[in-house]
C-alpha cells in the first residue's frame, strides 16, 4: 500500500475498516476468471478506531493497514476443506507460476485441466480440489501455490539486489484516453531495468518516449489474456494518458514484470 495512505487517515481522522471477501480468489482467480460456483462470504472489521487515526503515527497506521491485507485465499480453502471440481481449474495457473523451480527455467511453463508442467524438462504438478499442488513424479517443491509464488520474488528480487534486472522486447501499444474505449497507438519497444520503465514507439508519424522512474511507481497493473486481445499487457500511467502494453512473443511474463515493478521501488527506497 502506498505510504501516503497513513497520511490521508490521519488527516481525515475517521475510523478505517477492511472488508475482505474469502473465496473470491479461490471462485474467479486473477489468471482465469470462469466461475468455478464457490459460495464466498465477506467480513469487515475496524481495524483502526477514529482516536487512533488521530494519535497513532503514521508509521503505525500503515502498519496496520498493511498487515490487516495480508490474507491467504488458498489457505482459507484448505482449512475450511472447500473443494473446487471445475475440471480446467488449473488453467491459466501457469500465467502467475512461470518459473519451473526443478529447472529453473523461465516462461515455458503451461497449464490445462487440473495440471501445470514445464515444457522445458517435463515437470508435471497436479492441482487437487483443494488447491494443493502435487509432482506427478518426484519432489513436488511447493505444494502451497502462493509459496511458488513467493519463491519467484525471491529470484527477481535477487536479479535487483545484484543490479541485473533487465526485460526489453517488441510490443504492441493501446491507449485508453476516455470511456469510450481503446485506440491503437502502433508498435513500440519496452524496456523495464533497474531504471525502471521506457516506452519508445511513433505514432502518426511522430516519435514518443515515456520514461517512469523505478522510484517513482510502487506497483503495476497487468493483465492476463486480456479482453478481447486475448494477450498479457502491462498498464502505464501518466497523469493524462494510459498506456496499454501488449509484449510481444512468448519469452516475457507480465508477472515477473509487476514482482520486479516492486521489488525495484523498495530497493530504491534503500
Not at 86 to 97: E, F, I, M, T
Not at 117 to 127: A, L, V, Y
Not at 168 to 190: C, H, Q, Y
Amino acid at each position: 500500500m502506498p505510504e501516503s495512505l497513513g497520511k490521508l487517515v490521519k488527516r481525515l481522522g475517521v475510523p478505517v475498516v477492511t472488508l475482505i471477501a474469502y473465496g473470491h480468489h479461490i471462485n474467479a482467480p486473477f489468471w482465469n476468471q470462469k466461475t468455478r460456483m464457490v459460495r464466498t462470504k465477506a467480513t469487515m472489521t475496524r481495524i483502526i478506531t477514529r482516536e487512533e487515526a488521530c494519535t497513532l503515527p503514521v508509521e503505525q497506521i500503515n502498519r496496520i493497514i498493511n498487515q490487516a491485507f495480508e490474507y491467504d485465499d488458498f489457505a482459507w480453502q484448505r482449512e475450511n476443506k472447500i473443494p473446487v471440481l471445475y475440471k480446467d481449474r488449473a488453467s491459466g495457473l501457469h500465467k502467475v507460476l512461470y518459473q519451473c523451480p526443478d529447472c529453473r527455467t523461465e516462461y515455458r511453463m503451461d497449464s490445462g485441466g487440473t495440471e501445470i508442467w514445464c515444457n522445458q524438462c517435463g515437470k508435471r504438478w497436479s492441482m487437487s480440489e483443494y488447491g494443493e499442488l502435487k509432482a506427478l513424479e518426484g519432489e513436488t517443491h511447493f505444494a502451497h501455490i502462493p509459496d511458488w509464488y513467493e519463491w519467484e520474488r525471491e529470484q527477481v528480487r535477487r536479479e535487483v539486489e545484484e543490479g541485473r534486472y533487465s526485460f526489453r522486447g517488441d510490443a504492441t501499444v493501446r491507449m485508453l484516453p476516455n470511456s469510450k474505449g481503446f485506440i491503437d497507438f502502433g508498435k513500440a519497444v519496452l524496456t523495464h531495468n533497474m531504471e525502471g520503465f521506457t516506452l519508445e514507439g511513433c505514432h502518426d508519424g511522430a516519435s514518443y518516449t515515456l520514461n517512469i522512474p523505478a522510484q517513482s511507481v510502487y506497483a503495476c497493473h497487468i493483465e492476463y489474456n486480456y479482453g478481447k486481445y486475448k494477450r498479457d499487457c502491462v498498464d502505464l500511467n501518466t497523469l493524462n494518458d494510459s498506456f496499454w502494453v501488449f509484449p510481444e512473443g512468448d519469452d516475457f511474463s507480465v508477472t515477473k514484470i509487476s514482482l520486479a515493478t516492486e521489488e525495484l521501488f523498495n530497493y530504491k527506497k534503500l
